[in-house]
């Protein structure tokens, strides 16, 4: 069954911000680190950004560090706060979970079914 949803995804302009989010339904899943992960049209699914099951560490790609934040907070929900939107940001923006430990930023067991997200100019 589907325990990961994404919603907040839509059509933005560039130089807009928007937040996405990923509400998780086992609470299992906050015990761990969660990412969030992206795949443009004709693309691989690439790494966003990462947090640590105690949420104090944070790992993001160097094509949105300093414009995107990741954060959770105490009710199994996961965030991705965009700002300052390119037109390469356009993808489908996916969640990721998992319910062992790992050192690992890339490796998870749960995905949600992701959320568009489409920049224009």
């Known amino acids: 069954q589907v325990q990961l949803v994404e919603s907040g995804g839509g059509l933005v302009q560039a130089g807009d911000s928007l937040r996405v989010s990923c509400a998780a339904s086992r609470r299992t899943f906050i015990r761990y680190a969660m990412g969030w992960f992206r795949q443009a049209p004709g693309k691989e699914r690439e790494f966003v950004a990462h947090?640590?099951?105690?949420?104090?560490?944070t790992s993001y790609a160097d094509s949105v560090k300093g414009r995107f934040t990741i954060s959770r907070d105490n009710a199994n929900t996961v965030y991705l706060q965009m700002s300052n939107l390119k037109l390469e940001d356009t993808a489908v923006y996916y969640c990721?979970?998992?319910?062992?430990?790992?050192?690992?930023?890339?490796?998870?067991?749960?995905w949600g079914q992701g959320t568009q997200v489409t920049v224009s100019s």
């Open positions: 947090i640590s099951g105690n949420g104090y560490t």
């Open positions: 990721a979970a998992r319910t062992y430990d790992s050192s690992s930023y890339y490796h998870y067991d749960y």
